[in-house]
C-alpha cells in the first residue's frame, strides 16, 4: 500500500512536470532588441584652437567614449585646414564652424564630401571690444567714428606709430585689416598669435587700466570674468561682407552649426545620431571652458563634471540610440 501511493505520487510529480514544461514552451520570449546602429569605430573629431571649441570636444569625447563605445582622435588644428580633412580623410566632425560661406561651397556643393549637420545651439558674436574700465572713462569710444581722436592712446612697439588693434590667432575669421582701411581708422591690426594671449593682454589691461582695443568674441568664459565692452561699428546687413577687400560693416552673428563628413554622415552609427542631436547654450560651452581655462581640470574631467551634472541634457541627446 505504501509503495503504490508513492508510486501513484510519482507519476503524478512528473505528468505535472511535463504539463507545465508543455505550458512553458508556450511562452513567448522577448530577446532585447539589438541596436539599428552601425558599431561605433573611430572618429576623427577636429578641435580648433579656442578653449570654447575645447569643451564642445571634451564632452562631445568623452559621450562618444564612455557612452558609445567610439575610439575618439582628436585633430588639433585650424579652421580653413579642418575642411581640408573631408576630403583626405583626415577628419569626421567639426563641431563648430563660425560661418565660412566660402569653405561650405567648395567642401559642400561643389566637392560634396562633407554636409552641414545641425547648430550646435550657441550664438556668436565677433567684434571689436575695450576693457570695462576703459568704456566707462571714455564712453565715446565705443563708435568707431571717435576712435581716431584716441588712436595716440592705442601705440604700441609693434603698431607703427598708429593705434594698435589687437587681434588673435591669424586664422581665426577676421576681417580687421580691411576694417581698419575701409574705414579710415589710423591703427594697424597687431596678431597676438592666440586666445591665450589675447585674453592675458585684456586682463592686463583692465588691471592696469591700460588702453586696450581688440578683437573678441562669444560665447567666451572670459567675459563672465571681465565684461568687456563691445565696440560699435557700421551695422551688418547680409551681403555687406562679401568682398573681403571691401568690407566697412560690423561681423556677421553666427548661429553655430555643425559639420560633417558625407562619409560619416552615411556610416549608420550611434555616434553620427549624437553628433546630430548634440546641442547645448553659452552657458553650457562657458562652463565647462572654465573648467579648463580657469579650474585647469582636464578635459576628460572638465566633462564628466559637467555630463554627471546634466543627465537629462545627455539623456535627450542619446534618445534612440543607448
Known amino acids: 500500500m505504501n509503495r503504490g501511493r508513492t508510486v501513484q505520487a510519482v507519476a503524478l510529480l512528473v505528468v505535472g512536470v511535463v504539463a507545465l514544461a508543455a505550458c512553458g514552451s508556450k511562452v513567448k520570449t522577448t530577446a532585447a532588441p539589438k541596436s539599428t546602429y552601425a558599431p561605433c569605430g573611430t572618429v576623427k573629431l577636429a578641435v580648433n584652437a ?77 567684434g571689436w571690444y575695450v576693457p570695462p574700465w576703459l568704456a566707462k572713462a571714455h564712453p565715446d569710444i565705443l563708435d568707431y567714428q571717435n576712435l581716431n581722436k584716441y588712436a595716440d592712446q592705442f601705440k604700441t612697439s609693434e603698431s607703427k606709430n598708429k593705434g594698435q588693434l589687437l587681434d588673435g590667432d591669424p586664422s581665426y575669421v577676421t576681417n580687421d585689416v580691411a576694417l581698419v582701411k575701409n574705414l579710415g581708422l589710423n591703427f594697424t591690426v597687431v596678431f597676438s598669435g592666440s586666445e591665450d594671449a589675447l585674453i592675458a593682454a585684456f586682463k592686463k589691461a583692465e588691471a592696469d587700466k591700460t588702453w586696450l582695443i581688440g578683437y573678441f568674441y562669444e560665447p567666451q568664459w572670459f567675459l563672465s570674468q571681465v565684461a568687456l565692452v563691445h565696440v560699435k561699428l557700421p551695422a551688418y546687413t547680409p551681403g ?79 534618445n534612440g540610440i543607448v
Open 50 to 126: 579656442w578653449v570654447g571649441y575645447e569643451a564642445d570636444a571634451a564632452v562631445v569625447s568623452y559621450i562618444m567614449k564612455s557612452k558609445l563605445g567610439c575610439t575618439v582622435e582628436p585633430q588639433a588644428i585650424d579652421e580653413q585646414t579642418s575642411w581640408q580633412g573631408f576630403g583626405n580623410g583626415s577628419v569626421d566632425v567639426i563641431l563648430e564652424n563660425w560661418g565660412h560661406d566660402d569653405l561650405k561651397k567648395t567642401y559642400i556643393d561643389e566637392q560634396k564630401v562633407a554636409v552641414e549637420y545641425g547648430e550646435t545651439g550657441n550664438k556668436g558674436i565677433i
Open 240 to 318: 555687406c561682407d562679401a568682398d573681403a577687400a571691401k568690407v566697412a560693416c560690423d561681423y556677421q552673428p553666427y548661429d553655430l552649426d555643425k559639420i560633417v563628413s558625407k562619409k560619416f554622415a552615411d556610416s549608420g552609427t550611434g555616434a553620427a545620431a549624437f553628433i546630430k542631436n548634440f546641442s547645448w547654450t553659452n552657458d553650457d560651452q562657458n562652463a565647462v571652458a572654465g573648467y579648463i581655462a580657469v579650474d585647469k581640470m582636464s578635459d576628460e574631467d572638465a566633462a564628466k563634471k559637467w555630463v554627471d551634472a546634466n543627465p537629462d541634457k545627455v539623456k535627450a541627446w542619446l
